[in-house]
């Protein structure tokens, strides 16, 4: 397997843009997680799915944040409309109970 | 609730040892160490379940302690390579919601 795929890895956004950020989790993996990480908050769970159903999104900060998993293999988490303070680096992570969360590479968002 | 982690930041030696602390107001069900370096993803170290099954990197090693909802990684004899930012993730309850503390910075120096 590939590993966890985010795409795009660099995003470089105007304020009041849409955004959207993907993930692919590895095959056979229930739970996909979203974190934001910045150097003030550290990592941030955003949201989370269990079997493509959103669990707790208490993390979500606003209104301006949605994340949808309409497959097992296959997320996104929208940004709209963006500000200058969405502006981190976007995590995906997925995995199975009693294991490990596996990390992709990230996505690098910053909204001018 | 993100469970705290201690010290923020620690210096040593090649060679030397460290212990990192981890600490959450719940009961747990597991705790996860990652690793992780200046612009790359956090990288898994080691997860201990509940009950005490462990597992992860031979080298690394920690202790969970269930009844007071504390953990501490051990790294001994560091190398140059240890250095980074690590992160404790803590779950608890009947789902697999893992959430982080803010990370203890490592530096290894020569």
Same mark, same amino acid.
């Given at each position: 397997? &590939?590993?966890?795929?985010?795409?795009?890895?660099?995003?470089?956004?105007?304020?009041?843009?849409?955004?959207?950020?993907?993930?692919?989790?590895?095959?056979?993996?229930?739970?996909?997680?979203?974190? #934001?990480?910045?150097?003030? #908050?550290?990592?941030?769970?955003?949201?989370?799915?269990?079997?493509?159903?959103?669990?707790?999104?208490?993390?979500?900060?606003?209104?301006?944040?949605?994340?949808?998993?309409?497959? &097992?293999?296959?997320?996104?988490?929208?940004?709209?409309?963006?500000?200058?303070?969405?502006?981190?680096?976007?995590?995906? &992570?997925?995995?199975?109970? #009693?294991?490990? &969360?596996?990390?992709?590479?990230?996505? #690098?968002?910053?909204?001018? | 609730?993100?469970p705290?982690?201690?010290?923020?930041? =620690?210096?040593?030696?090649?060679?030397?040892?460290? =212990?990192? %602390?981890c600490?959450s107001?719940?009961?747990l069900?597991s705790v996860h160490w990652?690793?992780?370096?200046?612009?790359?993803?956090? =990288?898994?170290?080691?997860i201990l379940l509940?009950?005490?099954?462990?597992?992860?990197?031979?080298?690394?090693?920690a202790?969970f %302690?269930?009844?007071?909802?504390?953990s501490?990684?051990?790294?001994?004899?560091?190398?140059?390579?240890?250095?980074?930012?690590?992160?404790c993730g803590t779950e608890?309850?009947? %789902?697999?919601?893992?959430?982080?503390?803010?990370?203890?910075?490592?530096? =290894?120096?020569?």
């Amino acid at each position: 397997d &590939a590993g966890v795929i985010q795409s795009p890895r660099h995003e470089v956004t105007e304020m009041g843009q849409e955004v959207t950020l993907r993930c692919k989790p590895i095959s056979g993996h229930d739970y996909l997680f979203w974190y #934001r990480q910045t150097m003030m #908050r550290g990592l941030e769970l955003l949201i989370y799915f269990n079997n493509n159903v959103p669990i707790d999104d208490s993390g979500m900060p606003e209104d301006r944040f949605s994340a949808k998993m309409p497959n &097992a293999s296959f997320s996104t988490l929208k940004i709209q409309p963006s500000e200058p303070r969405d502006s981190a680096v976007y995590f995906c &992570a997925s995995g199975t109970r #009693r294991t490990e &969360a596996f990390f992709g590479q990230g996505t #690098r968002l910053t909204v001018v | 609730q993100q469970p705290v982690q201690s010290p923020q930041a =620690v210096i040593l030696r090649e060679g030397e040892d460290a =212990v990192i %602390n981890c600490s959450s107001s719940k009961a747990l069900y597991s705790v996860h160490w990652y690793r992780q370096k200046h612009g790359e993803a956090p =990288v898994f170290l080691m997860i201990l379940l509940k009950g005490g099954e462990q597992k992860g990197h031979e080298k690394i090693s920690a202790s969970f %302690n269930e009844k007071k909802q504390q953990s501490s990684l051990y790294l001994t004899a560091s190398q140059l390579s240890y250095s980074g930012t690590y992160f404790c993730g803590t779950e608890g309850g009947s %789902n697999y919601k893992l959430t982080f503390g803010k990370g203890t910075l490592l530096t =290894v120096n020569p």
